[in-house]
């Protein structure tokens, strides 16, 4: 059973006289033990949302609707009271945020930062307390870390501030880690140890990672399962060399045909998609790529499209999805069956 | 190269920015060394990259090029014309042929100018176009050129969307007709489906029109996607330069090693199989760079002797040039990396480093 299991999660945000926004709108996708999970998409599509409803953490306010279920080993995260929520945030799921700067409180040291997570989860104190908040960040890579401690987060770097998020997020052994761009803000050598780092955790602690971030590179990197995201929809799922290799979902071909490479060759051209997100703003009823779809049909306006789980196992919401190499597109009928 | 292909030659260009401190009496305890020493030219109708980490002078470096930034010491010729030296008149007409773009355009479009007000300032000021309908022309066909409808006009900029208000930054530019465009980050604040319609539109741009650009980015994939050269900074330095293809294939600094060894791939088979090479700790604050090499507390493959006290010059190795002692050494195999122990870098103006930077006092030279 998956560790945690994401069921038609819909976040929407109302407001009166506006047609309501659906933000989050019917996403399902699960984590398993020890694996780790890309959430992928450009800016606006609801990656984010996604990750704070599961955590509980979407400012309360008039006119926010969060439906579905978010099974985490068995409890439904979406009706746990702020209580309980409270126990398990930090113990069994930890989060890291992309700007360490605003997650870290600037009044208080570091290590007293660390030290409250192990006071509220673990019981620990004083000396005790202070010894394993050394541990955690010489874990993470952190030089000098008694002196460390002592100090404010405004006297560590960018890459140190990350890492000191990190320690307190990795400080009970937590189940699932999610990490919301953890990289973004940080400079691309930096990124790199920190990319390391986590990798390093997951593989040691066999937590599992839900990472939720813009880059392919970074996902290509290190993520088992993709699930890219398009207007507040899981557009496509696959494990991550199939996804690479032959995407199906014109989004995410389109996504793949943007990104400018490395090892490519000088004036290559790139295709980009047409359009932007920000034009469709709500949501277009039907298919929300259908506006900027090469491989838009009839169909796609009306109704969205289901989601269509191919013989391969994985899984892609499209009424017209790229043609496997070397296969005649079958019938729609015969695909989903 | 003759001379008459080079646009741009930048000789020893130096900024140094003083670190002030105290109440009444503002003491210059120190300086940041934004950019310290640098040599480049441009040639016409191509494309210069630059890259860098933040902090590493690549913005001052441009928009010093541009007189934007008055530089502490060096020549920047453009065209032949000098313009270090050039008084304030005749350096603002030059102003026209040399043009810039930002990284955000939300912030560097006045909020309550409308698009033909934004796209008329800078023509009015040059004195282009006879009257009104002749400027309208003008605009108009910018606005052709950068793939924008004629009812932009009379929108403001909030009502575009990001990428849409790139390609207004970029028809500020174009509508004077410059022959240099520097674009200061101008795709990093865009999403990547956008990224690639801005990129693919300067591409075309300097295509039509014979444009020379020089592109600023921290994003080594997209420099070299649109570059013909590419200059790698590290502490106001330029540590490599060479033509795109070659600086992937042979990377020779070891700076540049580990900056394209960190750069993701959107390949799970590339990404499986690449060697990185993880670099120790943080870039080194510029206030207090260190001795010799400046990349030497860093570099897995600095050696004892040289390079903490001797700081390396650019040097010709085939079509590249490189500012590392051991460069060859280093490319030949015959030196290994080893473990490097990350060091404590003080963010600016905190902890152990010295002072607070302030803001230098000419309005608008503050990066």
Redesign the interface.
Known sequence: MALLEVEDLSVTFARRGQRAVHAVDGVSFSVDAGEVVGLVG??GCGKSVTSLAIMGLLPKQPGLRVGGKAVFDGTDLLQLDDRSRRDIRGRDIAMIFQDPLSSLNPVIPIGLQVTEVLARHRGMKGETAAKEAAALLDRV?I??PKRRLK?YP???????RQRALIAMAVACQPRLLIADEPTTAL???????I??LLKELVRDSGTALLMIT?????????VDTVNVLYGGRVVETAR??PL?RQPRHPYTV?????????????????????G????LLPWPDGCAFAPRCARRIDECVGEPPELVHAHDGRSYRCVNPEPLPGMVPAPREEESA | MSENDVLVEVRDLKVHFPIKRGVLFDRVVGQVKAVDGVDLSIARGKTYGLVGESGCGKSTLGRALLQLTPPTAGEVSFDGVELTTLPPGKLRSMRRRMQMIFQDPMSSLDPRQNVESILTEGLQTHGIGTDRTDRRRIIGETLDAVGLPRWALSRYPHEFSGGQRQRIGIARALVLGPELIVADEPVSALDVSIQAQVVNLLDELQDSLGLTYLVIAHDLAVVRHISDTVGVMYLGALVEEAPSDRLYNEPLHPYTRALMSAVPVPDPDVEDRRERILLAGDLPSPANPPSGCRFHTRCPWAQPTRCADERPVLRDIGASRVACHWAEQIASGELRPHGVSAQIVRPEGEGDAPGVVSAPTEPGSYV
């Open positions: 450009e800016s890579g030089p000098d100090e405004h006297q560590l770097s960018g890459g140190m400079d691309v050598t930096i990124q790199a140890q990319l390391e813009h880059d392919l590179g970074v996902v290509a990197g290190m991550r060399r690479f389109g996504l793949l045909g943007s990104v400018p490479r490395l090892d490519a060759g000088r004036g290559e051209k790139l295709n980009p998609i047409p932007s997100v920000r034009d």
